[in-house]
């Protein structure tokens, strides 16, 4: 793999830690694709309502910050490996979890959420500062788009494994293959894990002191509301999509071919995005695809058919790769130019997290009380039109992002002067 990566980067230098963290992400995408998506059509089976879809992902956002916070402080205690195997295991015990409850899954709906939101935060935390440390502003844009590869080939091949194996077998004995399929999956990342360098960060966990840069550092600031209208897009677009698809064709076969286009289309956009991405291009391209992330919504807005929202996921197929991208490598280096930066790295990563998070329970909560006092087949298009303008606001946030010559030490009270005017 060393050797297909040295290839693909040329003369890049690539470590054996990073080549790690992309099989780990790789494993974890493949499970999380193969099972997670289904999840949501295995408790919508169980209710047939949107109330108890949107509790499951609301104990998912709000536990997710409130672990994040408890790994960073981890986190600067131990070695972060291990909190990344802390959120392994946790989310091996999710899937065991939906296994053992069964057919009373949507009965404790929340509490599910809850357990996957727990592990959520302890692998994203480490996984994201494990990002941070190992990858330099040089690999980034490299690392994230060879992640996006790997994320799309498992968005390609999980959902359509799982709907054909879900379509062939009975119902219940389908579902109780996927999510132990899901498991194993979630060991060999943890037995990958083992070989990943041990990394310890030292000091106390300072959440307050980075929450508090918001007042001195204008990128910071940027960045984090546009994490905040990140969270609003993602908060019930991730799961009323899902539900959209498999309402329309009652089939979770149909449901992965959906995933199937969806991943297939990112999977290519994610190598061109990757191999030809240049920094001073990053704008352009969150611009670009923000625009076709948001028009692309009214084709199945008022009218929505199988064959719309095929053509739905063709078009967000393409936007993802082109906005994921440059946002994430450029998110990765705010932090990296931001005040003790390399001592205070996990904060920084858990106060991101945390925005995203408030966005994300907030259009949860909006969407709970619209569906309560409006009929959610009429209420649910507007709130889609609304929070999926999410991506457009976030290049209203960042185009105003300029980063200072690297090397240069920032300061606490004044932001980096750059003659990077396009960046």
Not at 205 to 214: M, P, Q, T
Not at 264 to 289: C, N, P
Not at 394 to 407: E, N, P, Q, T
Request: with cysteine; glycine share 8%; charged share 15%.
């Amino acid at each position: 793999m060393h050797k297909t990566l040295q290839a693909f980067t040329g003369k890049m230098d690539i470590n054996r830690d990073l080549i790690l963290l992309l099989v780990i992400g790789g494993l974890y995408s493949l499970s999380i694709f193969l099972s997670n998506t289904f999840v949501n059509v295995y408790l919508w089976r169980q209710a047939g309502d949107y109330s108890t879809i949107a509790f499951y992902n609301l104990g998912i956002y709000l536990f997710q910050p409130i672990t994040f916070i408890l790994a960073g402080k981890i986190a600067k205690k131990v070695d972060r490996v291990i909190v990344l195997r802390l959120g392994v295991i946790c989310l091996s015990l999710f899937f065991l979890s939906v296994l053992f409850i069964a057919e009373n899954a949507a009965t404790y709906n929340f509490l599910l959420g809850s357990v996957l939101g727990i592990g959520f935060g302890f692998y994203w935390l480490a996984f994201n500062v494990l990002t941070f440390e190992i990858t330099e502003p040089e690999s980034r844009d490299f690392f994230n788009g060879f992640l996006g590869v790997l994320q799309s080939f498992a968005g390609m091949i999980g959902p359509i494994l799982a709907g054909t194996i879900i379509a062939k077998m009975e119902e219940t004995i389908g579902y109780t293959v996927i999510f132990t399929v899901s498991f194993c999956l979630f060991i060999a990342a943890v037995v990958c894990s083992f070989f990943l360098k041990r990394r310890q960060a030292e000091g106390r966990f300072h959440f307050r002191r980075v929450l508090g840069e918001w007042n001195h550092n204008k990128n910071w600031r940027k960045i984090l509301n546009a994490h905040i209208a990140q969270g609003l897009r993602e908060g019930i677009f991730l799961f009323v999509i899902t539900i959209w698809v498999f309402v329309a064709t009652g089939s979770e076969f149909s449901l992965g071919m959906f995933n199937l286009l969806l991943s297939g289309l990112s999977f290519v956009l994610y190598f061109i995005v990757t191999r030809w991405i240049k920094s001073s291009m990053r704008k352009k391209f969150i611009l670009t695809g923000a625009l076709i992330l948001y028009f692309s919504i009214y084709i199945i807005l008022f009218d929505v058919s199988y064959t719309k929202l095929m053509i739905y996921a063709g078009l967000i197929g393409l936007a993802y790769p082109i906005v994921n991208v440059p946002y994430f490598s450029m998110t990765f280096d705010v932090i990296g130019k931001a005040w003790k930066a390399k001592e205070l790295r996990v904060e920084y990563i858990v106060v991101r997290e945390v925005f995203a998070n408030i966005g994300r329970v907030t259009a949860i909560v909006v969407f709970v009380i619209a569906i309560t006092l409006f009929s959610a087949e009429v209420i649910i298009p507007y709130l889609l039109a609304f929070f999926g303008l999410g991506h457009i606001v976030i290049y209203l946030f960042v185009k105003d992002i300029y980063l200072g010559a690297s090397g240069k030490k920032e300061s606490i009270t004044k932001e980096p002067v750059t003659d990077e005017k396009n960046r």
